[in-house]
């Protein structure tokens, strides 16, 4: 059964007035919003170089925009990042359809949408990009961010599991943790804990790794 969202919250924030109390955990103290901004520069990065080293624009123009609306969301401008009438990623994706920059601007849409709290119109943009070794984790686990937010913990859990399975350095512990912190909120503690434990296992040299052992306390004391 999905937990509504007002639960959720007030699991989220137990746990994470616990691990405020952890010394240095997650980079002193800046867990969550450490997590939000590994998980837009792993998206952003995957996204750069999918089509500026991978693919290649389909055609200059459409790169030369997609350029400029990215500079919007580097700053934080994600508004104007989605709606500017010349260079914004919804008019790059209405005018070039499925070329590469498109397929980009589809995953950067949905991030802009996610960090402005836009969590379904997020869904549908991200789960709208092909998937792609190189950044297709990522933006599965900025989705499972939006379905968790939405206090969808199933759905949360599914797209978390499909980001963690991409063995990825950067990607895996980020999310393995995020997950852990799902099932806690949803009463799963042994699940939480087992994950937490493989993570120290698995990525023990990370920097997830190696502060994981006091979200693990948290776990087996709540």
Do not use: W
Request: proline share 1%.
């Amino acid at each position: 059964m999905e937990k509504n969202k007002g639960t959720q919250i007030e699991e989220f924030e137990k746990v994470d007035e616990a691990l405020n109390k952890a010394e240095n955990f997650f980079e002193k103290n800046t867990s969550k919003l450490l997590i939000v901004v590994a998980g837009i520069c792993l998206v952003v990065f995957g996204v750069i170089y999918y089509i500026k080293c991978v693919k290649g624009p389909a055609n200059e123009e459409a790169a030369n925009r997609i350029y400029v609306a990215e500079q919007y969301f580097v700053n934080g401008s994600y508004e104007q990042a989605l709606n500017d009438e010349e260079n914004g990623f919804l008019a790059i994706i209405e005018e070039h359809g499925s070329t590469d920059a498109a397929v980009a601007a589809k995953a950067y849409a949905g991030v802009c949408y996610k960090q402005l709290g836009k969590y379904e119109d997020a869904i549908k943009y991200l789960k709208g990009v092909d998937e792609d070794d190189l950044i297709s984790p990522a933006l599965q686990g900025a989705v499972g961010d939006c379905y968790s937010e939405l206090g969808k913990d199933s759905d949360a859990i599914a797209f978390y599991k499909k980001a963690i399975a991409s063995d990825n350095e950067l990607v895996s512990p980020i999310y393995m943790k995020k997950l852990a912190i799902v099932y806690l909120a949803s009463g799963k503690k042994d699940e939480a804990v087992k994950l937490l434990e493989d993570l120290k296992y698995k990525y023990g040299n990370t920097s997830a790794g190696r502060e994981v052992e006091k979200l693990i306390e948290v776990a087996k004391n709540k």
